[in-house]
């Protein structure tokens, strides 16, 4: 499966965005899909999932309340939409797919696929 993904953007303090994450090659729901992102010197990190097994999804715990990820069977995408953002939300923000189980699915080793990345910059 490829994935690409869109949404990049410069937003304030408060704001919103959303992010999609587009599928081709295979249908988007036999995975689990996840956001990642990575700050600017930091290491990759977990933010949100949503399992092929389950429609609950899981958030890291900073983005518990301001977060949702959703999924579109008959679009073939997965969205972030991120609302109340903050600067440390500052990121490359990117999709990937996989089928983690619940102990693994805030792992990046858990997930094959990967978009290509999405900046997204939260100005004070």
């Known amino acids: 499966v490829q994935l690409q993904a869109f949404g990049r953007g410069l937003v304030q303090a408060g704001g919103s965005l959303r992010l999609s994450c587009v599928a081709s090659g295979q249908t988007i729901t036999s995975y689990g899909v996840a956001w990642f992102r990575q700050p600017p010197g930091k290491e990759r990190e977990f933010v949100a999932v949503i399992r092929q097994s389950s429609s609950t999804p899981f958030y890291r715990d900073s983005a518990k309340g301001r977060f949702t990820i959703s999924r579109d069977s008959a679009k073939n995408t997965v969205y972030l939409q991120m609302n109340s953002l903050k600067p440390e939300d500052t990121a490359v923000y990117y999709c990937?797919?996989?089928?983690?189980?619940?102990?693994?699915?805030?792992?990046?080793?858990?997930?094959?696929?990967w978009g290509q990345g999405t900046l997204v910059t939260v100005s004070s």
């Open positions: 990937a797919a996989g089928r983690p189980i619940k102990s693994t699915m805030w792992s990046d080793s858990a997930y094959y696929y």
